[in-house]
Antibody
Framework: EVQLVESGGGLVQPGGSLRLSCAAS????????MNWVRQAPGKGLEWVSY????????YYADSVKGRFTISRDNAKNSLYLQMSSLRAEDTAVYYC???????????WGQGTLVTVSS | QAGLTQPPSVSKGLRQTATLTCTGN????????VAWLQQHQGHPPKLLSY???NRPSGISERFSASRSGNTASLTITGLQPEDEADYYC???????????FGGGTKLTVL
């Protein structure tokens, strides 16, 4: 059974930092490109970042560029998102996802809620 | 980052057909593969179609997608109560080097 389990969310003050983790199982993580996608309360989906299977290719949304860092550890079947200089508008459920618009076989975690508030 | 344009809401009757649209430009919808995702309240999204008109295994044949120019469409036939959900289109944007999503369409089945 495929599982993506996010952790690390919580309440953080503006300007603070948080590190999200995503533990993958049930599929070949090491050959899968991965993404972080977020969804603010009551809003639509917003892509955050992409990392290729080898970590050689990384992309970020303009809204997080310079503040967030995506990484992965294929030996641990894990995906990470280091978030710094957090703002109120970063408040959202963050999904770890094996997803790409041109690729079959999507997997999504249940999400972890990040709340940025004083 | 500019996203794709979707109507905020569509309402159709039970067993009717709904067509949802998604408009982009030549950097995304027009020349990159489009995906459609379904999201029920409180759940993660689920892929319904990828690369314009390909249906993943396990997805009902009632869902079909197409693309013409810079506009993509998702057609749902024989609407059922469980089809009531939010639907998102998505594509790679070659000028932004980013995945873009539409704002989502809330489908109501009357």
């Amino acid at each position: 059974e495929v599982q993506l389990v996010e952790s690390g969310g919580g309440l953080v003050q503006p300007g603070g930092s948080l590190r999200l983790s995503c533990a993958a199982s049930g599929f070949t993580f090491s050959t899968s490109s991965m993404n972080w996608v977020r969804q603010a309360p009551g809003k639509g989906l917003e892509w955050v970042s992409y990392i290729s299977s080898s970590s050689r290719t990384i992309y970020y949304a303009d809204s997080v560029k310079g503040r967030f860092t995506i990484s992965r550890d294929n030996a641990k079947n894990s995906l990470y998102l280091q978030m710094s200089s957090l703002r109120a508008e970063d408040t959202a459920v963050y999904y770890c996802a094996r997803y790409f618009p041109t690729t079959d076989g999507d997997y999504w975690g249940q999400g972890t809620l990040v709340t940025v508030s004083s | 980052q500019a996203g794709l344009t979707q109507p905020p809401s569509v309402s159709k009757g039970l067993r009717q057909t709904a067509t949802l649209t998604c408009t982009g430009n030549s950097n995304n919808v027009g020349n990159q593969g489009v995906a459609w995702l379904q999201q029920h309240q409180g759940h993660p999204p689920k892929l319904l179609s990828y690369r314009n008109n390909n249906r993943p295994s396990g997805i009902s044949e009632r869902f079909s997608a197409s693309r013409s120019g810079n506009t993509a469409s998702l057609t749902i036939t024989g609407l059922q109560p469980e089809d009531e959900a939010d639907y998102y289109c998505s594509a790679w944007d070659s000028s932004l080097s980013a995945v873009v999503f539409g704002g989502g369409t809330k489908l109501t089945v009357l």
